[in-house]
């Protein structure tokens, strides 16, 4: 989700710039989809952090101001861990269908 949209912008900038902006996406990554410890860590530092979190998009060539509050409206839209698929990868212990079985399942066969 982040992660695609994070990269169209991830080739431009100098080198040090798309290291900043690989570790807002790392961060943004473990708050949707991260362990619940690493999730409210994430959580903490992109909401309340204020001296480092500005540090850190102003090395990317982020507007911190514009980030947080884009964050704030998709975090009040709900969508968090229980609206992600893609959390599933997090659970070693998941028996998923595997891709053969799926048109089997979808058909009744």
Request: aromatic share 10%; with cysteine.
């Amino acid at each position: 989700m982040f992660k695609s949209s994070m990269l169209q912008i991830q080739d431009k900038g100098t080198a040090e710039e798309r290291l900043w902006r690989a570790v807002i996406t790392k961060t943004l990554e473990e708050w949707i989809c991260g362990p619940l410890s690493f999730s409210r860590k994430a959580e903490q530092f992109l909401f309340d952090d204020n001296k480092d979190f500005k540090a850190v998009c102003s090395s990317a060539g982020m507007d911190p101001e514009r980030l947080r509050k884009r964050l704030k409206t998709i975090r009040a839209r709900g969508i968090q861990k229980e609206n992600i698929p893609f959390r599933v990868r997090t659970h070693k212990g998941l028996n998923l269908p595997q891709p053969a079985d799926w048109g089997q399942r979808a058909y009744g066969v």
